[in-house]
């Protein structure tokens, strides 16, 4: 399927890079990071906001995660997973993490920036995706679930909100909800956003795989 996808994104022009540097683990937020003072988004637990990193003199963006708003279970499981998950993924079209920092009273992961917004955002202010755009969105998010999957990996929360979009390259973010899995396995975790999700996320005695994520692009497709 990677090759199959890969040929028609030749002809779009489009062309991508990496953070080639070591992704790091550090405790000392205000030597690498400084705030830009200005709010990209806000979780359950936490802020994201556009930030300078210092070492590696560009944007970024940091998601904060209070221990006092997110009980210990979650910050052990869900925040270690999605760094964990993160930490071993380098494609064009899911967010590159580029830091954990650590300290007593919050965890912060250190993302690219990408600016443009989300797919809800641009939508909302400018309507419906011209056929040619929208061919580029799915093909893209088609290549980044397709690494996904064969990576061993099922994000389980695609939305339009978790969809960054530049006016060329489309990156998927928010892996919160995401987990790893292994060929033959079956998942029963109930998650993900009620008007997205497939109906095997909520479904009781229910089981599911990747085609969860291949569902909610579907019904994502429509809204493009």
Not at 109 to 122: A, C, K, N, R, S
Not at 147 to 168: P, T
């Amino acid at each position: 399927m990677a090759r199959l996808l890969s040929r028609p994104l030749e002809t779009t022009g489009l062309r991508f890079s990496f953070f080639k540097s070591k992704k790091r683990i550090g405790t000392d937020l205000d030597s690498t990071i400084r705030l830009d003072g200005r709010e990209l988004g806000e979780g359950g637990f936490g802020k994201v906001q556009l930030v300078t990193h210092k070492l590696m003199n560009r944007k970024a963006a940091i998601k904060m995660i209070e221990r006092n708003k997110a009980s210990e279970k979650f910050v052990e499981k869900a925040i270690e997973r999605e760094s964990t998950i993160l930490a071993k993924l380098n494609h064009p079209n899911v967010i590159q993490l580029i830091e954990v920092i650590q300290k007593p009273s919050a965890r912060s992961l250190v993302f690219e920036y990408i600016p443009g917004g989300t797919l809800y955002d641009q939508i909302k202010k400018v309507g419906r995706f011209h056929e040619n755009v929208t061919r580029i969105v799915v093909l893209q998010l088609a290549w980044a679930l397709d690494y996904l999957h064969e990576s061993g990996v099922i994000h389980r929360d695609i939305k339009m909100e978790n969809i960054m979009f530049d006016g060329r390259r489309v990156v998927l973010i928010d892996f919160g909800l995401s987990n790893t899995w292994e060929l033959g396995q079956e998942m029963k975790t109930h998650c993900g956003s009620l008007e997205y999700a497939a109906p095997e996320l909520f479904e009781q005695r229910s089981d599911y795989g990747p085609p969860v994520d291949i569902w909610s692009l579907g019904g994502k497709i429509q809204q493009f």
